[in-house]
DNA sequence: GTCTATAAGACGATAGAC
DNA sequence: GTCTATCGTCTTATAGAC
């Protein structure tokens, strides 16, 4: 009964710290390929204490990936459908590369989940993801029957969006890699290349 | 020394199934997170025969990647300096997506090492990989000095190549997802739409 | 060459002291 | 709430029969 504030203060805490040392492990080495003791090392906590906090190893992962598509969606939801339609694109596109920039582990911790076949988050796939690109793909659909922007395919569109973007924080060690001088940032040419590339795209 | 060339046959048959066996296991977990046991399962052999042919896990993870590096450069090592320009973006363009289409496991297997950090694929990227990269961003931004193509970036506009084509066989299951009747083939759609993005982006 | 059996350690999770 | 100790299982790799 003593100070409760103070004891769900420091729960909160802990659990935030187990989550971001998770966040860490699991998307660089996906949930087979992390373990726990990974996890509590990362968190500066003791194993059977990270325990404490999460029933299991696929609660943790799984309250990372419900908390990773709340906000994943976050940019598509704000296109607006009563926007300028080649701004709004052109934003949503800087939306996600932000994201990529601000929120890379994120991003690995979603295309690791993707690529081992989505077990943990195709409902959400099929689900919020899917009804999502459906209306906002519509909209593109519209836009362009409307002559607004060129006619393409709306939802290679909206692929074509993710890809690039993402690809800057999934495969950023390559990028680096390559580009040589690996302490440079990357994002401002890539976000210049991929508004031109948009605006040629979409020019009527 | 009773028929050399029969237990040759039959040795480089067993590693040629071992190897696949461990390409659909390994490029859909990453290295940390499959086992020989689902790798001996996949093969239909035993888990110390594998060993038998392979001195460890690790042994078959480095043969499969130094193997995908022989033949991932492939397609960039063909665009041709003296072809033109424009065909020969867009023919390296296909030439990607048409091996996203038939290797999808190799995409993967490259994407998971990736996002790993490429521990074990780090020199290849840094050498081979960034070598014909700086030879290939060169010779495009020689069709942009001469005004061939559009200026944009060389290397960024390589990166798109890679994204937008590797997105189709690494994000396969969400690609699927997103279109609905999963059975149906994304490709065909997939490549007109980046041929006309890669069209306008290049067009003087 | 292929198997069963098993060593040696890592792993997820629990028990119980403090 | 946090720890040490530990259980039972999984995992890599080896030993040795056939």
Known sequence: MAEPQT???I???NRTTILDAALDVFSQFGFRGSTLDQIAKAAGLSKPNLLYYFPSKEAIHVELLSCLMDTWLDPLRDLDPNGEPRAEILAYMRRKLE???NFPRESRLFANEILQGAPRIMDAIKGELKDLTDEKAAVIQGWMDAGKI?????????????SLTQHYAD???QVRAVLGNE???PFPAAEQYLETLF???LAV
Chains 1, 2 share one sequence.
């Open 183 to 185: 302490g440079d940032d």
């Open 150 to 162: 060129a006619p393409s395919h709306p939802y290679h569109l909206l692929f074509s969006i993710w």
């Open 171 to 173: 495969f950023d060690v």
């Open 11 to 13: 729960q909160k805490k």
């Open 7 to 9: 004891r769900t203060r």
């Open 199 to 201: 605006s040629k795209l």
């Open 99 to 101: 994201m990529s920039r």
